[in-house]
């Protein structure tokens, strides 16, 4: 880590220079393996599900980024959620989740991690915030940033000082804050985790994930080259450059989307809006203590029911009907029909997603151009 500001960190720290060639950047060392030194004496990179120059470059930057002294990259974020994780834990342990949790994650903890005999149990950001959790022997406590969908937000300032007291194991999963606006391991979490795949990389167009931590870390090492989930050299080079504009991006994203929330907030045909940065929200003060920004993830619900939301997606020019987000173009859509579409009912509702949840990924463009889209859109319904 060095004391330079967010943006030049993202513009340097972690670059692979290389004697006497002069390389700006860090290059593609798309290897499969590296040649040893001399018979029977390996270099420092041998299989590059082992480590790669590439790769490991792009760790250094989210490192430096995230505040912590360690990376691993991983190739998708649910690898990098179920390969940090497993290592912790053994049968017989419980954890404690957010029940709103993203869909796929909420499936890891409710349907596979109990085929270990670990047991999973599930509260609402409301109850954590509330540290009622307290001696009931957790392991682990997983939770995330901002919640996905209804960006609820975890009080981890308060949260990692019970987890230490208790001797349980903390872990965020911070996509929806990036580190420009939280690092959750500075705040007392343990581990930080990211779908890199959406603001970190920021264009749509690569799967990786990534976790940041402190402590030793080789039970992580050993699993993520078991279970085989290292990214390929060329993925860790596009997030390796999609990390150098995310000061830029976050600033961007931050802003159009606070500007929007606003204009949702007011809008007659909405019915609700969930944006941390509103002060009406009530997790208003939380977000003051915990966030340095409020994210470019907005979400509402529309009058008049799914039907409504529809029309409204129809109306719409500029956001794009897809399930991801973070990049630099804004995205929508009905987690009912995508995110969370494999949740029942009982547990959607459970969850507060109701079929007129609209989930909206604010982009980077013209923010004039967004709130003009958005109120033409909102006349039509």
Known sequence: ????????????????????????????????????????????????????????????????????????????????????????????????????????????FSKVLPQYKINVDFTSVNDLNRLDFKNKNYKLLYLESITNPLLEVPDIVNLSRICKEEGIKLMVDATFATPYNQNPVSLGADMALHSGTKYISGHSDLLIGLAGFNDNYDNLDFYRKTFGGTPDAFQAFLAYRGLKTLGLRMERHNKNAMELAKVLNESSRIEEVYYPGLKN???????????????????????????????????????????????????????????????SPEERKASGITDNLVRLSVGIEDSEDLLQDFENALEKI
């Not at 967010?6 to 290897?31: A, K, L, Q, W, Y």
């Not at 897809?322 to 995110?339: K, M």
């Open 281 to 343: 929200s009530e997790y208003f003060d939380v977000a003051e203590k915990n966030l340095k920004g409020y994210g470019g993830m907005v979400s509402f619900k529309v009058k008049g029911g799914i039907e409504n939301s529809h029309k409204l997606i129809k109306n719409l020019n500029i956001p794009k009907y897809a399930v991801s987000l973070g990049g630099v173009e804004s995205l929508i859509s009905i987690p009912v029909e995508g995110t969370h579409k494999a949740l």
């Open 1 to 108: 880590m060095n004391n330079n500001g967010f943006n030049s960190r993202c513009v340097h720290s972690g670059d692979m220079e290389i004697e006497g060639v002069g390389n700006v950047v860090t290059p593609i060392f798309e290897n499969s393996t590296f040649e040893f030194p001399e018979s029977g004496v390996a270099g420092k990179y041998i299989y590059s599900r082992w480590g790669n120059p590439t790769v490991e470059s792009f760790e250094k930057k989210y490192a430096d980024l995230e505040k912590t002294e360690h990376a691993f990259a991983f190739s998708t974020g649910m690898a990098a959620i179920t390969s940090s994780i497993m290592p912790y834990l053994k049968s017989g342990d419980s954890v404690l989740a957010l029940n709103e949790l993203y869909g796929q994650t909420f499936g890891f």
